[in-house]
C-alpha cells in the first residue's frame, strides 16, 4: 500500500486490525531515527511471536537470535536471518492464522527490509497475510535508493486523497467555520490530503478560513503540514519542546526519556503535547501522531538544542547493549571531526558487519570516515565503507566511496589496494574502457614495488575488458598478469583463471579448459578464504561455458560449502585481494614502499 504523506494509509491498517478478529495481528513502524539499527524493525516485528523460536532449525534459530541481539552473536548471513523470520511466522500461523502489517517500511533499516520482501515472496502456502506500506515520494519512488528491493510479488493499492464529498465532510467535522469556496480551495490545494485537511484549518486565520481575506498561495502539503506542526509547538512550553525533541530524536520508552530530560534538567511533560495531538503514549512508549510530526518536532529546535539532545540519549544509552544507537548519537551531536566519536562509528559499524548488516555498516563507515581526524584512519575507513556497501548489495555507492579512498591514497601500494577493491565493485555495475586504463597504471605503479599486487591489478583490468566486449586487450592483459605472478599465491591464481576465461571467451575452449585444470589443481586453490572462492566461482562459470556442467558443479558446490564453513557467504564476491596477497609477496620477496608501511583493510 502506498501514498503520500497524511493520505490515510496508518488509519487504514487501524481498520483492518479493529475488524480482523481471531486473527493474530503483528505489526511494526519503520522509523527514520532508527535506520541504521540493523534489524530494530525485525524485532519490533517478531517480538510477540518470539515464543516459537524453539520451532526452527537450529542454525535458524541462532542466526535470528544473534540478529535480534537476543542470543549470542553468530556468524551466517542475512539468507539464513531471512529464512528464520519466515519459518518463525510460519510457526506462528500454524497455531493461528497471522496479518503482518509494516507501516512507513520506507524507513526500516535496510536488514529488516530484506527480511520482509523474502518473506512476501514466500507466503503461498502458510496462512499469512502481509500489509507493507510506503510513503510514495513525488517523484514516485518509495523504498529507500540503498534497498533495492525489487517489487513486491503482490499487488500495489494506492491511497489517494479524498473524493470532494469526503473531503468536505472531513472539514466540516474540525468544527472550523469554513466558507464553501475556502473549503474548495483547500481541497484542491491539498490534493484531498486527509492529514492536511485536518490540521491546515487549525493553521489559518478566520478571516482566511471565512474567505475575507485571501489564502496562502500557493498552498502545498508539506509546507502546510510543517506550517501547522510549528504552530503547535509554539503552543508549549520550552520544557515540553525540549522533551518532544528528545522524543524526536530516537524512539524512546518513557524511562529513557526520563533519564534523558533529567541530564538536561527539564521539567516538562508531554501531556500538553498529547493534548495538542502531537504524540500518544501508551504502554511506557512515546508515539508521535504522524512521522512528519516527528520531522517538525526535530527540526523546529536550533542546532545547539539538537546536539544538547543527542548528547543526553547517548549519555542514557548502554555502551554495552546499545552500541549503535549511543554511536550515532554521538555523531549527531559532533561539532567538526572527532576521533572518539569516529571510533565509536568504526566500532559499531563492526558489529553491525558482524550480524551481516552491511547497509548499517557501510553508513557507520562512511560517517567515522567523514569524522576521522588523521587521514590514515579516514583512508582505511572509506575503504571499509566500500566495502560493506558492495556486501549491501549497492556496487555504486561502493563505487563512490572507493573513490574517496583513492582521493586520499598516499602512495601507489595504498592506491593499489583501493583500485582492487574498486574493480571488484565496478566489474559489473560500471564497467569501462576508462576503468580499464586506471586499472592498468595503478599496475605500472606498483610493477617495482609489489609485482603481485601488480599482477591483480591487470588481472582485474582483464577482467572489465571481458566485460566490455574488449577481447583482444583482455588476453594481452592477461598475459601480462601471468608474467607477474610468480609461481603462487592468490596473484597466481587471479591471472591464470583470467586468462583462462578469456582464452575460452575467444575460442580456444581446449587451451582454456587446461589452464583451468591448472588454477583448480594448484596448491594455492584448496584453501577456504574468501577470495579463493572467488577465483574457483570465475572457474566454475567458465566451465559451463565449455559445457563441463558435471564437473562446473563440482566446482560451485564446493566454494558454496566453503562459504557456509567460514560463515560468510556474502563476503565472497568482495574481500581485499591484497590481503591474502602479503603472504605471497613476502615469498616472492615483493619490495613495500619505502616510505610508508603497506595498508590492508
Known sequence: MEGEAGAGKTSLL?????????????????????????????????????????????????????????GPAVPGDLFTVCAATLSLLAAAAAARPVVVMVDDAHWLDVASARAVEFTARRLGRYAIGLIVVLRRTPSGAS????????????????????????????????????????????????????????????ALTQPQLSGLTLLPEPLPVSAALRQAFA?????????????????????????????????LSLAGDLTAAEHASLVR??????????????????????????????????????????????????????????????????????????RNAFGAAS????????????????????????????????PEGAIRMLRRALDLAPDPLTRADAEILLARA????????????????????????????????LASASDVCRVVGQLGLAAETARQAVRLAGTGGVGWLLSHASLAQVTIATGGRTAGRHMLSQVLDHPSAKRRDPVVDL???????????CEEHQQAGEVLRSVVESARALGRGADCDMRLPASAICSSASATGARRSPTRPRRSS
Open 426 to 457: 565496478a566489474v559489473y555495475a560500471a564497467p569501462s574502457i576508462e576503468l580499464v586504463r586506471e586499472l592498468t597504471d595503478a599496475a605500472d605503479a606498483v610493477r617495482t614495488l609489489d609485482a603481485a599486487r601488480a599482477a591483480v591489478l
Open 143 to 202: 523504498w529507500p535508493a540503498y534497498h533495492r528491493p525489487g517489487t513486491l510479488p503482490a499487488g500495489t493499492m494506492l491511497v489517494v486523497g479524498l473524493g470532494e464529498s469526503a473531503a468536505r465532510q472531513l472539514l466540516a467535522d474540525t468544527g472550523h467555520g469554513i466558507a464553501p469556496a475556502v473549503a474548495q480551495r483547500l481541497i484542491e490545494g491539498t490534493g484531498g490530503n486527509p492529514l492536511a485537511l485536518i490540521e491546515l484549518p487549525a
Open 535 to 545: 577465483v574457483r566461482t570465475g572457474c566454475g562459470q567458465a566451465l559451463i561455458w
Open 281 to 354: 503514549v501508551h504502554d511506557g512508549q512515546v508515539e508521535f501522531t504522524h512521522p512528519l510530526v516527528r520531522s517538525a518536532c526535530y527540526y523546529a529546535a536550533g542546532p545547539d538544542d539538537r546536539r544538547a539532545a543527542h548528547h543526553a540519549l547517548a549519555a542514557v544509552s548502554d555502551p554495552e547493549r546499545q552500541p549503535i544507537r549511543r554511536a550515532w548519537h554521538l555523531a549527531a551531536a559532533a561539532v567538526g571531526a572527532d576521533e572518539d566519536v569516529a571510533g565509536s562509528l568504526e566500532q559499531a559499524a563492526r558489529v553491525a558487519r558482524g
Open 231 to 263: 504552530l503547535r509547538l509554539d503552543a508549549l512550553d520550552d520544557d515540553t519542546r525540549r522533551t518532544l525533541l528528545l522524543a524526536a530524536a530516537a524512539v524512546v520508552d518513557l524511562g529513557t526519556l526520563r533519564r534523558a530530560s533529567a541530564l
Open 14 to 70: 487501524d481498520y483492518v486490525s479493529a475488524h480482523a478478529r481471531d486473527l493474530q495481528i503483528l505489526r511494526a513502524q519503520g522509523a527514520e531515527c532508527e535506520q541504521d539499527l540493523p534489524f530494530a524493525g525485525l524485532a519490533d516485528l517478531l517480538g510477540p511471536v518470539l515464543g516459537y523460536m524453539e520451532a526452527l532449525p537450529g542454525p535458524q534459530r541462532m542466526a535470528l537470535a544473534s540478529a535480534l541481539a537476543i
Open 363 to 394: 553508513r557507520a563507515y562512511q560517517r567515522a570516515a567523514e569524522l576521522s581526524v588523521d587521514e590514515d584512519s579516514r583512508l582505511s575507513r572509506w575503504v571499509a565503507a566500500g566495502q560493506a556497501a558492495h556486501l549491501s548489495g549497492d
